[in-house]
């Protein structure tokens, strides 16, 4: 059974593959700036803990800093470009679930365990993001994965109590 922390890595799926890690228009490194830099995953990704998707910063998040800093650098001058005329930077995406399923980060992500701490990290599902100069699909994202986790026991079964589990896994839990 998976538990959170295994990485998984199931080469027989098709569509979804853990490692997966598209070119992107210029390089981004996360173990620069999560790893290094030690900045906090929701300070770019303040969606996860409001909304179902975690979200893309914007180069105005960028460029507080990129204003001033590596500005000579080719990768910079090119989110200058952007930034300037006002467009959004044409990141690749790397995760895409197909579109009868419904994955909401933030139930995930303020879930709490028993004694109030977060069940999960965003790492539980990602893997070491901080330690990535390109950052990869890490889970298979397969619907055993989500039932895996979803059906660990929260409390055993007692004789007057069925067991309960971390989270639903009824087919309408995750599809439309
Ligand atoms: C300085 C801002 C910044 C920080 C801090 C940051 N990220 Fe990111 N993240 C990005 C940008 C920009 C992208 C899109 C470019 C890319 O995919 O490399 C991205 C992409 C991702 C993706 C892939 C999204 C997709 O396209 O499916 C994941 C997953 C991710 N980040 C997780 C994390 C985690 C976990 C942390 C903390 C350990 C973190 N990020 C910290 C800026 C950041
Ligand atoms: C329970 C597993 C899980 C946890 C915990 C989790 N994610 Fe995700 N994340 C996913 C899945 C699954 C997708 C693909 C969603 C899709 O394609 O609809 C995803 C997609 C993303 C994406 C790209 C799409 C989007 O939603 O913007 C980013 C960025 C991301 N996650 C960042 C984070 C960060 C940062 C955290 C922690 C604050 C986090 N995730 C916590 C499973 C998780
Ligand atoms: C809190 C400040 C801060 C923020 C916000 C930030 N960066 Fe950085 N970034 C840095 C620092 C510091 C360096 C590393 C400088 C060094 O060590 O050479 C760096 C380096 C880089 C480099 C490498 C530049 C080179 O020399 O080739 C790229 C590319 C980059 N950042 C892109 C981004 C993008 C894209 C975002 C927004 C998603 C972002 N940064 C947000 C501080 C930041
Ligand atoms: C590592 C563990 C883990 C993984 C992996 C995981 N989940 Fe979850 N999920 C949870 C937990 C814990 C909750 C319950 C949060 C709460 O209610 O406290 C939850 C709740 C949910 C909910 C809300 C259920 C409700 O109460 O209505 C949906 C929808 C969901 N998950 C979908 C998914 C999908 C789709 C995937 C796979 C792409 C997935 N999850 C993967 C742990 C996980
Ligand atoms: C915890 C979340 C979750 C639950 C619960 C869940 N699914 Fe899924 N399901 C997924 C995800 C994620 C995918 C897409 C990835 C994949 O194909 O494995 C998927 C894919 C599927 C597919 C398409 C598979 C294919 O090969 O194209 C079918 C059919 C399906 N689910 C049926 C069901 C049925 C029936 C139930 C209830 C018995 C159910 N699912 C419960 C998450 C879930």
Known sequence: MWTPGDHVDDSTQSSLVSGYHPDQPIEFSHKLHAGDRKMECEYCHNGARRSP???IPSL????????????????IKKLNEHYKKNEPFPWTLVHKLPEYVRFPHKV??????????ALLKCQTCHG?????????????????????CHSQTKEPATP???ATTLAPITCNTCHY
């Open 53 to 55: 998707v975690a979200g």
């Open 60 to 75: 105005n998040t960028c460029m507080g800093c990129h204003k001033f800093v590596n500005t000579d650098a080719d990768a």
């Open 108 to 117: 995930h992500v303020l879930a709490k365990d028993h004694q109030g701490q």
């Open 160 to 162: 007057f109590k069925k």
């Open 128 to 148: 070491p993001v901080e330690k990535m100069t390109t950052v990869e699909q890490w889970a298979p994202l397969q619907m055993g994965w989500c039932i895996d």
